[in-house]
């Protein structure tokens, strides 16, 4: 179905957005690659999941192995890539013909990949991802900090934009997402509300997918609008 990157300011809710999304498609019979190349890994840490050396993303691009031998299975259908626990900061980045052949490979393999793009472009991997994407999720942001951020990555954002799907992941419950999107002269296309107890939930349950309550509801069916984008109106329904 296809390759996805999920991109946007510091603190805009990247992570949960690939997390949650990677879920809601694995319940609806889909197998995603979750790919993160954060040094730090917050999608590892969120998925209360430890990422041993041989089965990590630097193995990925350095062993022979079938991808599916060496990613992390975190629950049915769905498998993660991520940096090892013991990750050296300094450390090597990847090759960019590796990345290449990583992306093309889970692309193959797996029905679905989404990668948790860093802010910055320091990462080949995510760099590579955002220019041959399918799709990008391009998230608007949660402080007023997110409106430079954009104007530093102008050129970046430009060469993606007709592949773009804007979603504001409101993070913050004190904050003017009106006012910052128009500042950044954008309409999300998606619109996640506020979950204000979201931190006890993703550790009951590591996903804010299919929460319950009213607010649970909604976010849910703003999650299930994005699957519905990718795998279409029948397939969703099934």
Known sequence: MGIYAVW????????????????????????????????????????????????????????????????????????????PFDNDAFGEDMPEDAARTLVEQ?????DVVIVDCPSHTGSVLAAWTLSCADGVFMMSGSHSASV??????????????????????????????????????????????????????????RTLYQANGRIGRNYTKNIDKICTMLIGEEDDEE
């Open 8 to 83: 946007g300011p510091p603190q805009s809710g990247k992570t949960s957005l690939a997390i949650d999304l990677a879920f809601a498609l694995s319940l609806k019979g889909k197998s995603v690659c979750l790919i993160s190349p954060e040094l730090y890994s917050e999608l590892a840490a969120r998925l209360n999941i430890r990422i041993e050396p041989e089965k990590s993303l630097l193995a990925a691009y350095k062993k022979k192995d079938s991808l599916k031998q060496i990613v992390h299975t975190a629950d049915d259908l769905l498998y993660v890539l991520a940096v």
């Open 106 to 110: 889970a692309g193959k393999m797996f």
């Open 148 to 205: 430079m951020w954009n104007h530093s990555f102008q050129r970046a954002i430009s060469a993606v934009k007709k592949k773009t799907t804007y979603v504001c992941a409101e993070v913050n419950g004190n904050f003017d997402y009106r006012t910052l999107h128009t500042m950044l002269g954008i309409t999300p296309d998606v619109w996640l509300p506020h979950f204000p107890n979201a931190v006890t939930t993703q550790i009951m349950k």
